[in-house]
Nanobody, 125 residues
Framework: QVQLVESGGGLVQAGGSLRLSCAASGRTISNRVMGWFRQTPGKEREFVTAISWSGVSTDYTDSVKGRFTISRDTAKNTVYLKMNSLKPEDTAVYYC??????????????????WGQGTQVTVSS
């Protein structure tokens, strides 16, 4: 079992920055892919970014490329999402997720077997 707890969400003005954290417990995540997804009311949860177990490979959805950065600290069993130049359309609940056996893309929710409870990010215009 892996428990994931997100933190760092909040209210920020457009153009501002936030850093989300996802702390894992129960089992090491050093050999797991870590991902961030987001969801707004009435819409499907969508992929934002993911990082390989080694930290060497990352993937970003087009809308956040150049603005968001995912990183991981294996020693702290924690993954981070630094979000810069935030836009109102980034407003969502952000979820951390992890998976160990992947078929296909990092972007598929089906590949992730543990999820956090989410943290709200609100960007005002």
């Amino acid at each position: 079992q892996v428990q994931l707890v997100e933190s760092g969400g909040g209210l920020v003005q457009a153009g501002g920055s936030l850093r989300l954290s996802c702390a894992a417990s129960g089992r090491t995540i050093s050999n797991r892919v870590m991902g961030w997804f987001r969801q707004t009311p009435g819409k499907e949860r969508e992929f934002v970014t993911a990082i390989s177990w080694s930290g060497v490979s990352t993937d970003y959805t087009d809308s956040v490329k150049g603005r968001f950065t995912i990183s991981r600290d294996t020693a702290k069993n924690t993954v981070y999402l630094k979000m810069n130049s935030l836009k109102p359309e980034d407003t969502a609940v952000y979820y951390c997720a992890t998976g160990s056996r992947f078929i296909g893309s990092y972007r598929s929710k089906a590949n992730y077997d543990y999820w956090g409870q989410g943290t709200q990010v609100t960007v005002s215009s």
